[in-house]
């Protein structure tokens, strides 16, 4: 299964771009990568996925590497809202015809006001 | 409103005992997932269930148990033989359809489980 890699943590000063990395050099060409952020003791919220293509939705935009080994999550403008912990995802084929989603340890963002 | 509904949100059990943790969604979701997550930790995934009567181990399966008997619903049984049972656990569902395109994964609100 492929895994993800992030940074631990990182700080944004709010209302500056947060761009957060993630490596995933042993995904396959037809594995999706997603982004959730999860804040304190709540359940996941889903962001953005991409496969090849860079994506842009009303949250943010995800920057998917040409070799697809690497992406980075971008949130345009931080709010002391967007302070969360950040997951980047690789969805990949289970057993019979099902998907599954490998969850890293994620990046902790913290923006500072 | 549609989505996924956990209950208890937390729920405290004597060691040795069996405890089943409910998951219900109303999305008509095919596909149902189970995750325990640790401290400062991410997601490991359970069981998860692409069609009724029909589900698949996860990477930490051992000292779990579930069924889907119905579309709607996904329990999960913590049972005495899982030795670090204390963990928030956290069921999500998605359209799941192999070969279909899938959009996200959504998450209920998760149950804190504390076992002594």
């Not at chain 1, 037809?30 to 359940?43: L, M």
């Not at chain 2, 579309?71 to 070969?99: D, H, I, R, W």
Request: proline share 4%; aromatic share 10%; with cysteine.
């Amino acid at each position: 299964d492929a895994k993800t890699t992030q940074p631990t943590s990182m700080d944004c000063a709010e209302g500056r771009a947060a761009n957060l990395p993630c490596n995933h050099s042993t995904i396959s060409g037809n594995e999706y990568v997603y982004w959730y952020r999860q804040i304190h003791s709540q359940g996941p919220q889903y962001i953005i996925h991409g496969l090849k293509n860079n994506e842009t939705n009303e949250m943010a935009s995800l920057i998917i590497t040409e070799d697809r080994k690497s992406s980075t999550l971008i949130l345009p403008h931080a709010t002391l809202r967007d302070t969360a912990v950040y997951y980047c995802i690789v969805r990949v084929a289970g057993t019979s015809g099902t998907y599954k989603y490998i969850f890293g340890t994620g990046t902790r963002l913290k923006v500072l006001a | 409103d549609g989505g996924i509904t956990q209950s208890p949100k937390y729920l405290f059990r004597k060691e040795g005992q069996n405890v089943t943790l409910s998951c219900e969604q109303n999305l008509n979701h095919d596909a149902m997932y189970w995750y325990r997550q640790d401290p400062g930790q991410g997601l490991r995934l359970i069981y998860y269930s692409q069609i009724v009567n029909d589900f698949q181990k996860g990477d930490i399966a051992e000292g779990y148990s579930v069924s889907r008997e119905k579309k709607e619903s996904f329990p999960l049984t913590v049972t005495s033989a899982q030795k670090n049972p204390t963990a928030f656990y956290l069921c999500a569902s998605s359209t799941g359809l192999a070969g279909t395109y899938e959009k996200e994964q959504y998450f209920g609100p998760g149950t804190r489980l504390t076992v002594t």
